[in-house]
């Protein structure tokens, strides 16, 4: 059984930088690619970043600059890094699997920025 398990989340104040971390567990079929989404109370769930098994990454536009995601394929780990954090980016962050067979869900990790 594949699991996706997210870590890192918190509390930050504005300007501060935080790691996150999606741990994968279970054997899966073959990956198309991988990422973040968020979703901020009230709001739809986005996109953040995403990276292909060939490792092309895609950034939204709102942390494009100061963002950088990274996949561990040894341990597996799927990281986002995140600096200068803004009020905007408080939300629930998930973590997301695509593979040929079905698409996998982390149960989500809070971040929240305020000062």
């Known amino acids: 059984q594949v699991q996706l398990v997210e870590s890192g989340g918190g509390w930050v104040q504005p300007g501060g930088s935080l790691r996150l971390s999606c741990a994968f567990s279970g054997r899966t079929a073959s990956i198309n690619n991988m990422g973040w989404y968020r979703q901020a109370p009230g709001k739809q769930r986005d996109l953040v970043a995403s990276i292909t098994w060939g490792g092309g990454t895609m950034y939204a536009d709102s942390v494009k600059g100061r963002s950088i995601i990274q996949f561990d394929n040894a341990k597996p780990t799927l990281d986002l890094q995140m600096n200068n954090l803004q009020s905007e980016d408080t939300a629930v962050y998930y973590c997301?699997?695509?593979?040929?067979?079905?698409?996998?869900w982390g149960q989500g990790t809070q971040v929240t920025v305020s000062s």
């Open positions: 997301y699997l695509d593979t040929i067979l079905r698409h996998y």
